[in-house]
């Protein structure tokens, strides 16, 4: 009733005089101000707030601590703060039309990553798991291509290293795991593979995301990468790594609890640089059989962490 009657004495424009005896002046503010006066005379706020432009000198208060307390009508919701600032260029520099098409060339490299990913997924689900590992190298190849182009063309910033990192997660993160659980159907237990993937989706998310704040060693990974991760499953799939199921289960979850670890990697510029006879025996064993190779390869990795570790430990 109390409001109703506001509401009409405003719209009728009806004279109230002020409690100053001033009968002159028409109180025509708007039913938000007005309720705010009330509420401020209810509370006995007004009086705390009338002293030199909004603030008490004896209580210590300014407006915004009496408008902290001051009870809000859920009718009328307070207004939101106006945003003012600027939004942020995608591409940092200068803005020109030769810049703007390397930049969507690298985020193009990004995106097909993705792609790559998401059609990996739907070819597992079809039980097309060698042609779905074949789209996860694919992925690597395009991530490893537009972090190259980036720097080269000049066109490295914040939104491409945010675009990196999603397309890592839906392609090594998810498409990995998901080929990996459907290639393990039928040799182990449902419970077993499913355990086995979910880690790597889980580690794999916790490994881009502290890779995002921590701070960049030039010379080793902490921990095993996501990419190299993905790519050891994608090739494991691919050329059907001849090992027994439970071995591979162990294995998947290995090298999850690996890109998780703190042990230091190093990274593929440093192995380039490696003496050229290291290279000839892989290539050879290659030759002789591949699989052999691949899963030495892949074993000497993951045991070169821990021992670059130990070895730091002891030189410190």
């Known amino acids: 009733m109390r409001r109703s009657s506001t509401f009409a004495r405003q719209v009728l424009l009806v004279r109230v005089g002020r409690r100053d005896g001033d009968l002159h002046t028409t109180d025509l503010a708007p039913t938000e101000h007005r309720y705010?006066?009330?509420?401020?005379?209810?509370?006995?706020?007004?009086?705390?707030?009338?002293?030199?432009?909004?603030?008490?000198?004896?209580?210590?208060?300014?407006?915004?601590?009496?408008?902290?307390?001051?009870?809000?009508?859920?009718?009328?919701?307070?207004?939101?703060?106006?945003?003012?600032?600027?939004?942020?260029?995608?591409?940092p520099g200068e803005r020109t039309m030769a810049r703007r098409m390397k930049f969507a060339l690298v985020n193009a490299c990004t995106l097909a990553s993705l792609m790559l990913g998401m059609l990996a997924?739907?070819?597992?689900?079809?039980?097309?798991?060698?042609?779905?590992a074949l789209?996860?190298?694919?992925?690597?190849?395009?991530?490893?291509?537009?972090?190259?182009?980036a720097?080269?063309?000049?066109?490295?910033?914040?939104?491409?290293?945010?675009?990196?990192?999603?397309?890592?997660?839906?392609?090594?993160?998810?498409a990995a795991p998901v080929v990996v659980?459907?290639?393990?159907?039928?040799?182990?237990?449902?419970?077993?593979?499913?355990v086995a993937c979910a880690l790597v989706a889980a580690c794999a998310a916790i490994r881009l995301a502290r890779f995002n704040v921590s701070p960049k060693d030039g010379r080793f990974f902490c921990g095993v990468p996501?990419?190299?991760?993905?790519?050891?499953?994608?090739?494991?799939?691919?050329?059907n790594l001849p090992v027994p199921g439970a071995v591979l289960v162990a294995g998947v979850a290995l090298l999850a609890f690996a890109m998780v670890s703190s042990f230091p990697y190093a990274k593929l510029a440093r192995l380039v640089k490696l003496p050229?006879?290291?290279?000839?025996?892989?290539?050879?064993?290659?030759l002789v059989d591949i699989r052999l190779t691949f899963a030495l390869i892949v074993v000497g990795y993951l045991i070169s962490g821990p021992v670059l570790w130990l070895r730091q430990r002891r030189t410190v």
């Open 226 to 239: 996501t990419t190299m991760a993905a790519a050891v499953l994608a090739v494991t799939v691919a050329i």
């Open 121 to 132: 997924i739907f070819l597992a689900m079809q039980g097309e798991v060698r042609i779905a």
């Open 36 to 91: 705010a006066d009330r509420q401020r005379r209810r509370y006995g706020l007004d009086r705390l707030s009338r002293p030199t432009l909004g603030v008490d000198p004896t209580l210590g208060l300014d407006r915004a601590d009496i408008d902290a307390v001051m009870p809000v009508s859920p009718a009328m919701p307070p207004m939101a703060p106006v945003d003012e600032a600027r939004s942020i260029p995608l591409l």
């Open 181 to 194: 659980y459907a290639s393990l159907a039928g040799s182990v237990s449902t419970a077993a593979a499913a």
């Open 276 to 286: 050229p006879w290291l290279w000839l025996a892989p290539v050879i064993g290659a």
């Open 135 to 149: 789209c996860l190298i694919a992925c690597v190849g395009f991530d490893g291509l537009d972090g190259a182009l």
């Open 151 to 174: 720097r080269r063309l000049g066109v490295a910033s914040p939104f491409g290293a945010q675009m990196d990192s999603l397309a890592d997660m839906c392609s090594f993160g998810l």
